[in-house]
């Protein structure tokens, strides 16, 4: 089993930034990506970034590029995401995930195995 937490989660206004963490324990070395996903009321949970593990093979949805981040302290077993010039429409529940399939990372919450409580993110305009 592998276990996650996110923390970071907040109020801002519009165009300020916010840092998600995302730490992981247990089973660890069974992850093969990690992702962000958000879902807002009334809206099914959408992919935001995601990696593999061990670095590399990052992907942003379109909505987020040039604007968030995502990152990863393997030491730490931590996964980040540093979002910028934020919006009132990236409001959201923002949840990480893991995946152990070896592959792409993929855009598709089913695919992942394990999942974090949350942490809400809302952008005052």
């Known amino acids: 089993q592998v276990q996650l937490v996110e923390s970071g989660g907040g109020l801002v206004q519009a165009g300020g930034s916010l840092r998600l963490s995302c730490a992981a324990s247990g089973r660890t070395f069974s992850i093969y990506a990690m992702a962000w996903f958000r879902q807002a009321p009334g809206k099914e949970r959408e992919f935001v970034s995601g990696?593999?593990?061990?670095?590399?093979?990052?992907d942003y949805a379109d909505s987020v590029k040039g604007r968030f981040t995502i990152s990863r302290d393997n030491a730490k077993n931590t996964v980040y995401l540093q979002m910028s010039s934020l919006k009132p429409e990236d409001t959201a529940v923002y949840y990480c995930?893991?995946?152990?399939?070896?592959?792409?990372?993929?855009?598709?919450?089913?695919?992942?195995?394990?999942w974090g409580q949350g942490a809400q993110v809302t952008v005052s305009s």
């Open positions: 990696m593999r593990w061990s670095g590399g093979g990052t």
């Open positions: 995930a893991a995946d152990r399939a070896i592959g792409l990372v993929p855009p598709r919450a089913r695919a992942y195995d394990y």
